[in-house]
């Protein structure tokens, strides 16, 4: 029998045996060789028995990962849905909330204009009421014909919320500054207090058909213990258009009619015959 070693890691002896056609010389290598075999045999039973549980463990962890993974896959399609689901619930939410605020915004929208107009009309209505007061006795008729009310008697003009009356201008209609003033209070109103350049160019645009010489009384005079020009609802000067500086006592103001339009009053005796304005508020509130 030759031994010869291979490979020591994995396989340690490999026997050959050589038999003769004799048989009493070999009946004991025989046996030996048997043996060999037999305890090579469990050893490789050894192994193998060790090898098997070990493929086995291999096999379950392979199988238990290759689940794990499996249920990975499966929670993350369906959280994929969820977020998806989740995302267009939102989105459809987020639109109609949307789209109700612009309902909202457009009714708040108008609710203010009607706010703004209501405002308007109350405020137009407690002027009239006021306006209304004013008069010991008010001409429905008059300011009302047909139950709809206008902002000034017929002859007279309207400049922002007052309403003006230019007299006649004609030889035989001029009185003297008192006379004018009680002409205007006859019809609840008074000569024309002017306290802007606004009103004073409105003046003047209706006062150019007169002589060139003449003027309109306007409600300015020193007529006073202190001799202070005041207008004649006790108010001072707030804006002046003197033709001239030159003081005189007891005299009342007029309106030139072709003055320079910074230069439109004149002092004159008050005793003078002269067209004259009136001046009253108007009954309805201008926009």
């Known amino acids: 029998m030759i031994k010869v070693k291979i490979m020591e890691e994995e396989l340690n002896y490999v026997a050959l045996t050589f038999k003769t056609q004799g048989t009493s010389t070999h009946e004991k290598p025989n046996e030996m060789e048997v043996i060999y075999d037999v305890v090579k045999t469990e050893e490789q039973e050894r192994n193998t028995s060790s090898v098997v549980p070990e493929n086995g463990k291999k096999a379950q962890l392979c199988t238990g990962l290759h689940l794990v993974a499996a249920g990975s896959g499966i929670l993350c399609v369906i959280l994929l849905f969820g977020v998806t689901a989740l995302g267009i619930y939102l ?4 639109s109609e909330l ?14 203010e204009r009607k706010a703004e107009e209501l405002t308007r009309e109350r405020d137009r209505l407690n002027w009239t009421i006021e306006a209304i007061l004013e ?3 008010f001409r429905v008729n008059a300011y009302c014909p047909q139950k709809v009310c206008k902002p000034c008697l017929d002859g007279w003009v309207q400049f922002q919320s007052n309403c003006y009356l230019f007299s006649k201008a004609d030889y035989y ?8 003033l009680d002409e205007c209070r006859q019809t609840n109103a008074n000569l024309v207090v002017i306290d802007s350049q606004e009103e004073q160019e409105f003046i003047s645009n209706h006062t150019i058909y007169s002589s060139e010489y003449q003027g309109y009384w306007i409600g300015l005079s020193n007529k006073n213990p202190v001799n202070t020009w005041m207008w004649v609802d006790g108010s001072n000067i707030t804006v002046s258009f003197w033709k001239t500086e030159e003081d005189r006592k007891d005299s009342c103001a007029l309106s030139l009619n072709h003055a320079d339009s910074l230069a439109k009053w004149d002092k004159v005796t008050c005793d003078s015959w002269n067209p004259w304005i009136c001046e009253t508020r108007a009954v309805i509130k201008p926009d």
Do not use: A, F
Not at 91 to 94: D, E, G
């Open 98 to 111: 949307s789209s109700e605020n612009i309902k909202l915004t457009g009714r708040e929208r108008q609710l």
């Open 135 to 137: 008069y010991d006795n």
């Open 91 to 94: 989105n459809t939410v987020m």
């Open 173 to 180: 209609s001029r009185k003297v500054w008192k006379k004018g």
